[in-house]
């Protein structure tokens, strides 16, 4: 069984190792996907979707949103965002029932990163 659940950051950041527009300075509002997979608990949950916001929030979006993503991630283009974020959530969403699956990052509204571990 998979659980999913969506954040939204704003962040700016450019891309130093690439020769195009994205080289230069801008933003984006970006949309995150942490997905689990597991089996449900005692409590018929996989994992509260409470502690599934507060973990993302607290280990990748506060320290994503409103930032210059350059001064935490050396090139952030999408896939190195998506590693990044799997990094950073490995461990913490890791339990007896369950385990990190997916992460998607979207830079934009309809392109996006899709990654499994």
């Given at each position: ?72 991630i050396a090139q952030p283009s999408a896939e190195n965002i998506s590693l990044w974020v799997w990094k950073m959530l490995e461990t913490s969403l ?24």
């Amino acid at each position: 069984m998979l659980i999913s659940k969506e954040f939204k950051f704003d962040a700016a950041h450019n891309l130093v190792n690439y020769h195009g527009k994205c080289e230069r300075l801008h933003g984006h509002t970006y949309r995150l996907r942490v997905t689990l997979e597991g089996t449900p608990d005692k409590d018929g949950m996989i994992l509260d979707f409470t502690e599934l916001k507060k973990t993302v929030n607290d280990l990748v979006v506060s320290k994503l949103d409103h930032s210059y993503i350059n001064d935490t991630i050396a090139q952030p283009s999408a896939e190195n965002i998506s590693l990044w974020v799997w990094k950073m959530l490995e461990t913490s969403l890791s339990g007896p029932n369950y385990r990190l699956y997916e992460i998607i990052v979207w830079e934009t509204e309809d392109s996006f990163v899709t990654y499994r571990g």
